[in-house]
């Protein structure tokens, strides 16, 4: 019922920027906590940033001062502004969430995943 979508990935040189976005449609009531998450190859997929509906933000320690997340809910986006990057940010980027979506006469709570964004950092 929910699709999330990312755009954003590329290749960009240490020390360069890029911003990535995640754009939410289908049938919900209400886009709540949104996650970043990133896997490198080889390596377990891990939280880098997250967003509460109220704008609570929270970083992994490895970005925290680079990475900012923010969000737009009346948009149904949420974005993650990467600055300073190191080659060790390299990895497929995606974007998760909990969606309040119709079931029945009212909701449930649905965690979503997007397909994720490769972002590479060169040296």
């Known amino acids: 019922q929910v699709q999330l979508v990312e755009s954003g990935g590329g290749l960009v040189q240490a020390g360069g920027s890029l911003r990535l976005s995640c754009a939410a449609s289908?049938?919900?009531?209400?886009?709540?906590?949104m996650n970043w998450y990133r896997q490198a190859p080889g390596k377990q997929r891990e939280l880098v940033a997250s967003?509460?509906?109220?704008?609570?933000?929270s970083y992994a320690d490895s970005v925290k001062g680079r990475f900012t997340c923010s969000r737009d809910n009346a948009k149904n986006t949420v974005s993650l502004q990467m600055n300073s990057l190191k080659p060790e940010d390299t990895a497929v980027y995606y974007c998760?969430?909990?969606?309040?979506?119709?079931?029945?006469?009212?909701?449930?709570?649905?965690?979503?995943w997007g397909q994720g964004t490769q972002v590479t950092v060169s040296s």
């Open positions: 998760n969430g909990d969606f309040l979506v119709p079931k029945g006469l009212g909701g449930t709570l649905e965690d979503c």
């Open positions: 967003i509460t509906r109220d704008d609570n933000t």
């Open positions: 289908g049938r919900f009531f209400s886009m709540n906590t």
